[in-house]
Each structure stands twice: as C-alpha cells, then as structure tokens.
C-alpha cells in the first residue's frame, strides 16, 4: 500500500507531502490545476520515462519520494539483497538536464530492477487503457491473465518451439545447388587447411615456451656454468667449503653436546649444495642448442599465428570449428536424405502442436465462460442492464493452422443495448461504455492480482448520471480489498471517498503554484458543491452535495 508522497519542483509543484490511506482516496480540482501531475509524480518513482519538462522551471532538479509497505515485495528484497523494515522507500531524482537516478531504501536501482518492483506494488489505470482494450491484440492476453492455465500455454509453447526449431533447420537445408555447391567448396578448402595444419591442444603455449628459451640461450648457459662453477667447479667451491665446515663441527660436536642441532643444519646444507649443483650440471648437459630449431618454432608459430587471425578463433576453438566445419559438410552432402526425414518429422510435430493448440483451446474456452459471466455481472452493476460480453474464437487460416499463441485468434465483442448484435468494442462501445469496461475487467483481475494498490486515472472519461453514480459504488467496492486512488471531475464517484485530497493551483509573485488539501466533511462537501455549480455554489447545490455524501455513506452502510 501507497502511505506516503513526498514531490518536489514536479511542473506546478513545488512541493507536497500527501499521506494516502486504506480504501479509497479521491483527488479533484480544476482542469489544470495538477491532479494527473500527481499520478505522473507516483508514475515517475516507479520507474517510468521522464523528460526535463517534468521539472519546475527554474529548478536544478525534481524529486520524488514514496514510502509503501513491504507486504509481498519480500522475494524481491531478497532477489537484490536490499534491507528494508517496515518501510520501502523508492526515490526518483530528476535534473534539469532531463537526466534521473533511482533508490530503493538508499539503494541505487536500475530501471529494470524498478520496473519489476514496480509491478508488485501499482497497478495504474491510465486514460489510454480504454484504447488498449479496442486493441484485439491483447484480448488473448487479457483473458490468459484471467484463467487460463499457465502449464497448458507452457506446453503448447514447448511443443511450437520444437516445430519452429525444424522449420529452420529445414530452411537451411533448402538451400539450392549452386549454394550448396559453393558452401561445399568453402568448407572442404577449410576442412584441408585445418588438418594440414595438424592442430593439437596447447601445442603454441609449449612452442612460445620453448623458443623463448632458446632465445636466451646464450645468457641461460652463461648463468648456469657460472652456478655450477660456484658449487662444485674449483677447489674451494661452495660444495666442498659446506662439507669441510660438516667436517669441523663434527668435531665440535663430539666435545659439546650441545652442537648436535648445529652440526645437522649445516650437514643438510651441505647436501642440499651439492644436490642443487649437481641439478644444474644435468640441465647443462641436457641442453641442445641450434638454429635450424628456433627458426623452426618460429615458421610454427607464425602459421598457428595466422590460422588464428584467418579465423578469428584461438588455437582450442580452431580445434573445435574444424569439427564444426566436418559436421556442416556431412549435413549438406547428406542434406537430401536429412530433408526427407526433417520433413517427416516436421508434419508430426505439427501434429503434436495442432493437438497441443486444440487443448489450450478448451482451456481458454473455459475460462472464457467465467470472464464472460463476471464482466457481464460487472457491467450490469455499472448502470449497464443489457448488455452482452462475449470472448469470440477464430481458426487461424493460414498455414499451418497455427503460430507461437495457439491455434485461434480471440477478441472481445459486446452489445450494449437490447436487440443489437454482438459486435467488435472498437465499432460499437463509446467513451463511458470503454471506461465501464476496462474498470470491470480490472476489478476481475484485480481478484487474483496480488498487487495492493490501484490507481485509476479519470476513469470517468464519457461517464455521467446514474452511470456515474455506479462507477463511484463499484470504485468503492474494489477498495475494500485493495487501495483505489481515483482523479475524477464527478461528484458522483468524490462523495464515495474515504480520503478526499482538493488539488488547487493559485499565483504568487508571477509563478504557479499547486497545493494539495486533504479534506474535512465540510471540506468534500464544498468540492462536492463546486463539481456540481462550478463557482456559482448556493445553499441549493451545497444541500444536493451533503444528500450526496449521505447517500454514499448510506451505500457503505448498507454493504455486506
């Protein structure tokens, strides 16, 4: 749930802290006076696009703060591993370069990570959504989010998978002569090449190795006769110094005790030098020097070098493509008889996918059933008595009978009036009956949708009289399992409020200012007052607005 809103410099405010509340929470004022600045405001912390025209002019930068609670969002804390209490805090920062940055709880967050938070918290009803849902598009998406079951679209999208899978396979395979021709050509020229090349793995690491070696073979020879002659080569080497002092303290040793320790430090030296020389003699002796070999490595290493330059692999994965390469030349020589059997295996997993298709299709059907029977008693408790919802099924008649969403194509159809034909919503629903729609779908979702809080914006759109009145009621009724922020211009729906927030804009000093008043029971009914006569309130329009308020408080009265 939304508790809090703190704005900053967003276009005419300059600053407002709104505290939201459980049930439903209403904002009105005039045209203009920034009521859908609000909604953009909570948009714009949720992590949707914002532009420099979003900040105060004259300021250096815009902010946004919203504190909710944490229920259902745990996972998602864990997910990023970031520590919340019994708040979570999102702040939107914005420059006057038009440039943002995001926090969660102090945390720096991308704009995907936002996104995702974002949907666990709002649900928003924009004034567009009535206009997504003329879009046959997303019917079969509205109606896979109301029931369909997920394991049934998974299985029907694994079985299209593998059918796309040999559809391109099969292309591949369907190339004509003078291609595949020309691709055999390549692949045997690099096949050759390749295996002339006589690859082995770790092959240039050892040959670097050596030539290096060899490259510093006359400073290494010098080094080593140095060493030995150090050791072992005249008479008073380090060798046989080391066994001569073995040899005195030994003798030291048999009249002190004592020296025991000493005497066997000094005789594991001493075999340790001539243990070492005579490691350096053999190394000597081992080396074989000659330049027909250095030029040897270096011709290898150049053509290693080349190969991989040619190819733009290292010398594991030129392994790996001259396999690759005997692979693709077997599958084109033997491409006639792999076409053959592809295709034989292509129209019985087309099969398997029409099968899959057609029970996907019984289970959409169902499901269909339920929406239709909950939209239509939506819409009849929305000053809508005749109407009629249908979810309408096409067979796909292109072949093969089928794409990546099943085997139908589904739209919405209604008639709104008594005697009148079903009907496609874009040719037949106005404005209000759109409005009325979208919100009797969104309370239908919004029963298995975990999200806590919804936000509709002017969902009035084309609604007046009683259809009005029963927008607000059900408005209402949706708040009681979730919390609803409404902007509306109807009195109709503001006397259904349990919070009721007056957005009012006024000048100062040549700027604009906007405030926003929550409102005492006086407070809404003014506004009430206001909705209904404009700036022409009288005693008249104040006593309709306070039998307006008692007649919303009796319907809360009056509810199960």
């Known amino acids: 749930m939304l508790n809090e809103l703190h704005i900053e410099n967003i276009a005419v405010i300059e600053r407002a802290d709104i505290r939201f509340e459980r049930g439903l929470n209403v904002l009105t004022g005039e045209t203009g006076a920034g009521k859908s600045i609000v909604i953009d405001a909570i948009g714009a912390v949720l992590g949707d696009r914002v532009s420099r025209e979003l900040v105060r002019r004259g300021a250096e930068k815009a902010l946004v703060t919203a504190v909710f609670g944490v229920e259902g969002v745990e996972p998602w804390l864990l997910e990023n591993d970031i520590d919340a209490d019994q708040e979570l805090i999102l702040q939107r920062r914005i420059l006057a370069d038009g440039k943002s940055s995001s926090r969660v709880c102090g945390v720096p967050v991308t704009a995907s990570q936002l996104k995702d938070l974002a949907s666990l918290l709002v649900d928003v009803h924009g004034q567009n959504d009535g206009r997504q849902l003329m879009d046959e598009r997303r019917h079969r998406e509205y109606l896979d989010r109301f029931g369909v079951s997920e394991s049934a679209i998974k299985d029907y999208q694994a079985e299209f998978e593998k059918y796309r899978a040999m559809q391109k396979e099969l292309k591949q395979l369907d190339v004509d002569e003078v291609e595949k021709e020309r691709l055999s050509e390549s692949l045997r020229y690099q096949i050759a090449e390749l295996e002339r090349a006589e690859l082995k793995p770790g092959e240039k690491e050892g040959l670097v190795s050596r030539r290096d070696l060899l490259r510093n073979s006359e400073k290494l020879t010098e080094a080593l006769d140095e060493a030995i002659r150090l050791l072992y080569g005249e008479d008073d080497n380090a060798v ?11 003798k030291a040793a048999s009249l002190v005790p004592e020296l025991g320790s000493t005497l066997s430090s000094i005789h594991d030296a001493a075999f340790a030098l001539s243990d070492a020389a005579e490691t350096l003699r053999d190394f000597r002796e081992s080396l074989d020097f000659s ?54 295996e292509l129209e019985a997993q087309k099969k398997q996918c029409l099968r899959a298709a057609i029970r996907l299709r ?55 009036n008594a005697g009148e034909e079903l009907g496609r919503i874009s040719r037949i629903a106005s404005g ?120 919303a408080e009796r319907f809360k009265e009056n509810l199960p």
Do not use: W
Not at 327 to 339: C, H, K, V
Not at 373 to 390: D, G, H, K, W
């Open 432 to 551: 209000g009956e759109l409005s009325r729609i979208m919100l009797a779908m969104k309370n239908v979702f919004a029963e298995k949708d975990p999200v806590a809080t919804m936000i509709f914006d002017e969902i009035d759109t084309g609604v007046s009289g009683i259809a009005a009145q029963r927008v607000g009621e059900k408005l209402y009724s949706v708040s009681r399992g979730k919390q609803v922020l409404c902007v509306t211009h109807l009195p109709q729906i503001a006397a259904m409020a349990d919070s009721h927030y007056l957005i009012a804009k006024e000048e100062r000093a040549g700027r604009t200012y906007t405030e926003v008043t929550r409102l005492d029971r006086d407070g809404q009914r003014m506004e009430l007052a206001r909705l209904h006569g404009g700036d022409n309130i009288t005693l008249t329009t104040l006593a309709s607005a306070e039998e307006q308020l008692e007649a």
């Open 291 to 344: 330049p027909e070999e250095y030029d040897s490595l270096e011709e290898r290493i150049s053509q290693l070098n080349k190969l991989e330059r040619k190819y733009s692999r290292d010398e594991d994965a030129l392994i790996s493509y001259l396999q690759e390469c005997r692979d693709r030349l077997d599958t084109i020589e033997y491409a006639d008889e792999r076409s053959a059997k592809l295709r034989r």
């Open 362 to 416: 019984e289970n959409r059907k169902q499901a269909a059933k339920d929406l239709e029977q909950r939209i239509m008693t939506e819409l009849r408790e929305l000053n809508m008595p005749s109407v009629r919802f249908a979810v309408e099924f096409a067979p796909l008649e292109e072949e093969p009978g089928f794409d990546r969403n099943g085997a139908d194509e589904i739209r919405f159809v209604m008639s709104a």
């Open 240 to 250: 046989s110094m080391a066994q001569n002092a073995e040899y005195y303290a030994g």
